[in-house]
């Protein structure tokens, strides 16, 4: 069937004119387009109307009629009817089907032969067209383009301008050119000055591509945006808004956003199937796999490129199959199938793709290669893929290839070589991250999917006993998105940066922040009179960095895999009780996030070989002085580790040595000290809020009442300036309550249910009172507090794992989050359920500390020792069903507090 539209090579887009029915030129022997008309191609044949009579009738059906076709050739070749044979070559490609390429080629040369012997300019220029859009199906880009710009020439030569336009649009997509922005520019002004909205969005739409090639994804998104605001006012073709929505979903996924990318694209497809436009529904499902590979969905991205490369070859759309051969060699590469991988990759660059397809294919040759222990071959082949995509000028994959190759560097390439390409890619890196789309969720999203970069940078830095370097790449890695955040937060309300939600649940974040020096960590040591601990965890080492007052900085490297040390740390959140003994009733006790907690610590062994793993390497680095502080810093899984519970080999808890404090990255210490800092021009007032009642959620699952929480609650406000406290316990604790009363508060303390959703980390929620109106719950949800402005020292939550949530690689995503942006200096959580009674004793005596004058983070050191002591002396009991029973000595029991941000 023939096409009359602007297509787009795979990946770079596509845009849908509407052909008007051209005007016949001098020669009176035209064809015209007209997707309005049934049939929507008409022949215009002056010297003989038994002829257009003919291929009209074919065109029609072409499955009923071929033979009209055919018929109408012959007729004119017994004529000498030259239009009528460049008619009935042009009629016979249209019909033909789209497997057999070949052959429409051939008829298609024939008509431009005969077009021009005749002098039938506006047929002519048509013919080109539609050869040159054969030719690309071909995968002959730069003769498609060529052939393209002289049609668009041959048109403003009829005097079809708006045509011209078009086609040359049209030609510079095939040759998969990037124009210069002024060229751009000028282009969209001819289409706004000659009303073809179709082409400005196309332009548009290209000017996108150009921008996400460089690296500006804002600038895309923008762009993008604008072509699709022209598409709904002119009510354009939905074939040109399909494929706008494939573009728009590869820049989410760029952004570490699949999910939102799959809207995107299945909204796409189904406009594509919806219209027939079977050929670029095979770029869409493509886009679909790709999405499932960013999601770790590795089999369905398989099967998704392999159900899209047979409706290729079904369909005879020769442009997509290398590309579709290609992304299943880059699978298999994913799926650890090497041989089969670098095999698959070979044929594929054999068969000479683009450059653009040929940047990242080299690229996965080298990762294939690489694990096939062939290092030479591997270094080949990276070191080919840098060259070809520095000379395609495509930022993103320009880095993952430098990365590539600094990664199976040897000593024999020398490190030096690595190193300078580390550097190179990490500035691509910033410049790209300088350029997001300014929201949080996208940031978080581009950090995740660019940490690989970070892991290769330290592994290379430390092979070159660079430490200094390897500890500043580790902090570029860490909460960058939440640090923009804060940024943006504390820069001030104008309209530029205040904080407004731009894609719920996502946040704005125009600043850029930078990550801290190995001099500012130095510094903000000498601040806090503190030792830095910062770790850094890859698939197979753990990076320890300790950075002490006196400037300091030892590096260790820990031979350990990733995730050998996720499994230890969930054993040691593992406190369930023992089902097996449940009739001893000192194995467990009441407890906030469910009916009971267990008492025997079940992860002990864990803690002691995290101990060896995580401090033994280091420990002489650490301060000898009982009680010094120590500023740690997490990552990945280790965000969820109580280090107050590492145990040495003399059964001694890392808390009975150090004050412990943690940040997810050292530069979160800057925001928090001017957190602080205003915190502390208020006057004192604290909030404590205790909510006991329980409640049945929607999904089924109930939750308990809480009792001590009210007890707990009481005793803190005795210890506190009666006109210095505000507090809440059950109906009090209403959402509208608890809202206005935080607005004063210099302390805050919740002593309530806390409900964590990883899918959607803004929907995380304390529970507060029923409302008195409608009497349902209310919560106070994480995007709730994003959006507070406070003025606190200190938020304590007590309720039960408030100090966990996703993880990523910006850190933890989770309450401590959204207190520190909302304008908390300190926080205090949970890692795990805690049990009533020795948490209602040992926050009294952390409140206790604090009026006495201790820092948090000795108080918090100083209650949990207190608690430590009193279950050592069997002083602690809980109630059980025979009766009151003493609690054992355990970390279960004392060790799930923790603090972040000042100590």
Not at 590 to 618: F, H
Request: hydrophobic share 40%.
């Amino acid at each position: 069937m023939l096409l009359g539209f602007l297509r787009r090579l795979v990946f770079i887009g596509l845009f849908v004119p509407v052909i008007a029915a051209a005007q016949p030129d001098a020669a009176g022997c035209d064809l015209a387009f007209d997707p309005k008309t049934k049939p929507n191609l008409t022949f215009s044949d002056p010297n003989n109307a038994d002829v257009s009579a003919l291929l009209t009738t074919g065109y029609v059906d072409p499955a009923k009629n071929a033979d009209a076709f055919t018929s109408a050739l012959a007729l004119a070749k017994e004529k000498q009817d030259k239009c009528g044979e460049a008619l009935a070559e042009y009629g016979i490609a249209a019909a033909t089907d789209r497997a057999k390429n070949a052959d429409i080629q051939q008829h298609l040369k024939n008509a431009v032969d005969r077009f021009a012997e005749i002098g039938a300019t506006h047929a002519l220029a048509q013919s080109r067209y539609m050869l040159a859009q054969s030719l690309r199906r071909s995968s002959k880009p730069e003769e498609a383009a060529a052939l393209a710009m002289q049609s668009s020439k041959d048109f403003a030569a009829t005097g079809n301008q708006g045509r011209a336009l078009e086609v040359q649009v049209s030609a510079i997509l095939m040759n998969q050119a990037s124009p210069p922005e002024a060229e751009i520019k000028a282009l969209i002004d001819q289409a706004h000055a000659l009303h073809l909205p179709g082409s400005e969005s196309a332009i548009l739409h290209l000017w996108g591509d150009n921008d996400f090639q460089a690296g500006h994804f804002a600038d895309a998104f923008a762009h993008y945006e604008g072509a699709r605001k022209i598409l709904k006012e002119c009510g354009c073709d939905n074939q040109v808004l399909g494929t706008l929505l494939v573009s728009m979903g590869r820049l989410e996924r760029m952004q570490g956003q699949p999910k939102i990318a799959l809207k995107h694209y299945d909204e796409a497809l189904r406009i594509q199937n919806a219209i027939g436009d079977h050929e670029y529904a095979i770029q869409t499902m493509n886009a679909i796999a790709v999405a499932y590979e960013a999601m770790e969905e590795h089999p369905k991205a398989l099967a998704q490129y392999e159900k899209a490369l047979a409706q290729a070859k079904a369909i005879g759309a020769e442009q997509f199959i290398p590309f579709l051969e290609g992304n299943i060699g880059g699978e298999l590469l994913r799926l650890k199938q090497y041989d089969r991988a670098a095999k698959q990759l070979q044929m594929v660059i054999a068969k000479k793709p683009s450059e653009y397809q040929l940047c990242f294919r080299e690229n996965q040759l080298a990762g294939a290669f690489f694990h096939l222990g062939r290092k030479e071959e591997a270094y080949d082949a990276a070191e080919a893929a840098v060259n070809v995509c520095r000379k395609n000028k495509n930022q993103d994959n320009l880095a993952d290839a430098l990365e590539t190759r600094a990664g199976v560097a040897t000593e024999k390439q020398g490190y030096e070589h690595a190193l300078a390409d580390i550097r190179e890619a990490m500035a691509i890196r910033e410049e790209i991250r300088s350029h997001l789309v300014p929201d949080d969720a996208r940031k978080q999203g581009y950090n995740e999917r660019i940490q690989d970069l970070y892991d290769v940078s330290i592994e290379v830095l430390t092979k070159m006993d660079r430490q200094r370097e390897a500890l500043e790449t580790a902090e570029k890695g860490r909460a960058r998105a939440f640090l923009d955040l804060m940024g943006t937060q504390q820069a001030g309300d104008s309209h530029e940066v205040k904080n407004v939600v731009i894609n719920d649940p996502s946040f704005a974040s125009y600043v850029s922040a930078a990550p801290f020096s190995t001099q500012q960590m130095v510094e903000a040591a000498k601040r806090y009179k503190s030792t830095i601990v910062s770790y850094w965890a890859t698939n197979d080492a753990l990076y320890i960095w300790i950075v002490s007052q006196n400037d300091d900085v030892h590096e260790v490297r820990v031979p350990v895999e990733r995730k050998r040390l996720a499994a230890l740390v969930a054993r040691t959140l593992k406190n369930e009780p023992v089902k097996e003994k449940a009739e001893v009733p000192v194995q467990s006790a009441a407890a906030r996030g469910a009916k009971e907690v267990g008492t025997e610590a079940q992860g002990s062994s864990a803690w002691r070989t995290l101990y060896k793993l995580l401090v033994t390497p280091v420990e002489r680095y650490l301060p000898r002085e009982q009680g010094a502080l120590l500023t740690i810093i997490p990552h990945h899984e280790l965000f969820r580790l109580s280090f107050a519970a590492l145990t040495d080999a003399k059964g001694q808890y890392l808390l009975e040595r150090y004050a412990l404090h943690t940040v997810p990255a050292s530069a979160l210490l800057q925001y928090t000290r001017e957190n602080e800092q205003r915190a502390e021009k208020q006057t004192q007032h604290y909030l404590l809020v205790a909510n006991a009642s329980g409640v049945k959620l929607s999904n089924g699952v109930t939750l308990p009442e809480l009792p001590a929480t009210l007890r707990e609650v009481k005793a803190i406000e005795k210890l506190l300036p009666p006109d210095a406290v505000t507090a809440f316990a059950n109906a009090g604790s209403s959402d509208a309550a608890v809202n206005d009363a935080l607005r004063g508060a210099t302390v805050v303390h919740f002593a309530t249910h806390a409900v964590l959703d990883d899918a959607d980390p803004r929907q995380s929620f304390l529970l507060l009172y029923p409302s008195a109106t409608t009497h349902e719950p209310t919560r106070l949800t994480s995007g709730d507090i994003y959006k507070l402005k406070l003025h606190t020292k200190l938020v304590v939550l007590s309720a039960c794992r408030t100090g966990l949530g996703k993880i990523t690689g910006d850190g933890i995503d989770g309450f401590s989050r959204a207190f520190f942006y909302a304008g908390t200096a300190s926080f205090v959580a949970t890692l795990w359920d805690v049990a009533d009674e020795p948490t209602s004793a040992l926050l009294p005596h952390f409140y206790r500390e604090l009026n006495a004058g201790r820092t948090r983070a000795v108080a918090l050191r100083n209650a949990q020792l207190a608690v430590m002591r009193d279950l050592r002396a069997g002083k602690l009991k809980a109630k059980t069903a025979l009766g009151p029973v003493t609690l054992p000595e355990s970390p279960l029991l004392w060790a799930a507090f923790s603090l972040s941000g000042e100590p």
